[in-house]
């Protein structure tokens, strides 16, 4: 059972947690940004230039014949080592398709689902109720269902209506990855990247990681070492996409203005792990109402 000491403790980890979370995710989208340093948006390109393996526009470049304007990856392109790379780490290109950008964010709490129905099943105490689970695992379709529906189609529309027609006349329009000749890309276009990694993926895998951190899946240690292992490796590939989408594919304003957007989801799960202005809503999401009173 969890005494009240034992979850004020746990709020005390948990403060500490999301502080590195913060610390961390905001340094590595700055060192993107200051690596960009105004330089670059590149957009894909259709392009085909012979010894590239692919090529990429930068439409902040007024004309072509300006130096990297069209950025070509090739064996011998030093200055764009991590973009140009032959290879990446497992997962690291599906954080940003469908089903893995939801799925992945969802694993532990998945594991942590098998793991009740198997003791529930098999008539074994466990230290969860289905319903507090279940509470759980529908605020994290509905972050999603945010994410997806409000912050992304929502923002978009909204910025496309703002925003307008696009340029005319621009030396890419030949070269964009598109259905005909556009323009599009130079216009202001907000880090939808950066609200996924910050304000989807990351966010919600550590929420449900401290709430393991003092209601343990059961399962044995192998469970708890593969999902510890699983949140270091899904830091990194979500701040290697972090790191490369700020300092290639926006304008900082843009990366900062997805940061911003990102906050909306991201504050409102580190406070109600770490504060008690939330206590009642924390303790039906987690059951520690249920689990002091038995102390």
């Known amino acids: ?82 973009l140009c790379a032959p290879s990446y780490p497992p997962l690291y290109k599906r954080l940003t398709r469908l089903p893995d950008a939801w799925l992945l964010p969802l694993l532990p709490i998945i594991v942590r689902g098998i793991s009740l129905l198997w003791h529930t099943f098999f008539s074994q105490s466990t230290s969860e109720s289905i319903s507090t689970y ?93 999902l510890i292992a699983s949140l270091a490796y899904v830091y990194f590939i979500t701040l290697l996409g972090e790191f490369q989408t700020a300092a290639y594919f926006h304008t900082g304003e843009e990366i900062l203005v997805g940061y911003a957007i990102s906050l909306s989801i991201q504050i409102p799960l580190a406070y109600l792990q770490c504060s008690n202005s939330w206590e009642r809503m924390r303790n039906k999401l987690f059951g520690f109402s249920m689990m002091a009173s038995k102390n």
């Open 134 to 226: 279940l509470r759980r695992f529908n605020l994290y379709m509905g972050i999603l269902s945010i994410r997806t529906f409000i912050l992304f189609v929502g923002l978009n529309w909204l910025e496309e209506k703002l925003v307008g027609t696009y340029s005319a006349e621009c030396w890419f329009s030949e070269y964009a990855r598109r259905s005909k000749p556009t323009c599009r890309g130079m216009e202001f276009d907000y880090s939808d990247h950066t609200v996924l990694y910050l304000g989807q993926i990351l966010p919600m895998f550590l929420f449900e990681m401290q709430y393991a951190a003092i209601v343990p899946i059961l399962g044995g240690p192998l469970v708890s070492y593969f």
């Open 1 to 82: 059972m969890t005494s009240r000491s034992q979850i004020a403790r746990w709020q005390n980890d948990s403060y500490k947690a999301w502080s590195l979370h913060f610390l961390l995710t905001f340094s590595v989208m700055l060192a993107g940004v200051f690596h960009n340093g105004g330089k670059f948006k590149l957009i894909p390109s259709k392009l085909r230039i012979e010894g590239c393996t692919k090529t990429l526009i930068n439409v902040l470049k007024k004309k072509e014949e300006e130096e990297d304007s069209i950025v070509c990856c090739n064996e011998n392109q030093d200055s764009f080592s991590l």
